[in-house]
């Protein structure tokens, strides 16, 4: 995106939504290039540090990234709740009724409960609260992938989140344009 924040001129494929402090230099990164592999650089993704450029407006950057995207892959970490931003993603990617590919490093599906600090702080209105408890229960019954940093195998992680990725883009692709339009309102 330019310096304005606007969007590129071609659609990104993937929204990786993830907890940067958790995630950003390991699964979401060593997934970004894998999906760059896998599609001979014809799969373009969404992740923050590798899609924005100094002086893009992060907000709108983010939002434009989430309308374009095929599929979304949601990486719940143990501090993803602690970021205003991953909530208001995965909300976001809810909403617009993308395809999401959950994956579960160190955090169990049935721990995506949106945490009473949350819920009780100030700045969300109930609105948001809502918003974002539903986006939770939506990953939470979405059949997922699952690791633990401290024993999993982090490549087969990758590899299979990749395959899988790959898989719902086709699958995307497949549909009849009307029906791509009528499954996104």
């Not at 494929?13 to 699964?27: A, E, L, M, P, S």
């Not at 999906?35 to 709108?60: C, E, T």
């Not at 948001?128 to 087969?156: M, N, Q, S, W």
């Amino acid at each position: 995106m330019p310096g304005g924040g606007g969007a590129r001129a071609a659609a990104y494929d993937v929204f990786i939504n993830h907890r940067g402090v958790d995630t950003k230099h390991n699964v979401a990164r060593l997934l970004y290039d894998r999906l760059l592999q896998l599609s001979g650089g014809r799969v373009r993704s969404f992740l923050d540090n590798k899609s924005m450029r100094p002086g893009d407006r992060l907000g709108a950057s983010i939002d434009e990234g989430i309308r374009q995207c095929k599929v979304a892959v949601a990486i719940f970490s143990k501090r993803y709740f602690d970021s205003d931003y991953c909530l208001h993603e995965l909300a976001s990617i809810v909403e617009a009724r993308k395809v999401i590919v959950p994956i579960f490093y160190g955090i169990k599906p049935s721990e995506l409960i949106l945490p009473q600090a949350v819920v009780d702080c100030d700045a969300y209105t109930p609105r948001d609260i809502e918003r974002f408890r539903l986006a939770l229960r939506e990953a939470k019954y979405t059949v997922g992938l699952a690791c633990d940093p401290a024993t999993g195998d982090l490549a087969e992680l990758v590899n299979t989140a990749a395959d899988a990725v790959m898989e719902r883009i086709r699958e995307t692709e497949r549909l009849p344009r009307s029906q791509m339009i009528a499954s996104r309102l």
